[in-house]
């Protein structure tokens, strides 16, 4: 009963939720975009390039083909999906800096504001009222 009890102590921490919940949102993250880069950006590129940039590739070896049927398939390195895959990259490694950056900014916001001073103790009020005193 006691593995049990510290197992749910070390699902049931803050931490671990939130690094549950920052998975799920990454990955929701992740969708969204690749489908901005295959929906939006790629089509672009490819209406500037005059093709698609999945099928850029480069053939290594051409396929075989003797009377009407391939004997060797074709060896190619399809650069073009290595290509894509990196400017999704990048775009999500740009955007998770702006997000550490802000949170960042948020932070040090929070950190300068000074603390308020403490209150004088009981002694201290005590001698400025003999401070003030003496004055008069």
Known sequence: MKI?????EFALRG???DIAVGFVMGAAFGKLTTAFIDGIVMPLVGLIQGKDLSDWEWVVKPA????GTVTSAAVTVKYGTFISVAIEFLLIAWV????VKAINMLRRKQQEEPAAPPEPSAQEKL??????????
């Not at 075989?64 to 009377?67: A, D, I, L, S």
């Not at 001698?127 to 008069?136: A, P, Q, T, Y």
């Open 15 to 17: 931490n671990l939720i």
């Open 96 to 99: 998770m800096f702006l997000v």
């Open 64 to 67: 075989v083909v003797q009377n």
């Open 127 to 136: 001698l400025m009222e003999i401070r003030d005193l003496l004055k008069k």
């Open 4 to 8: 049990i009890k510290e197992f749910k």
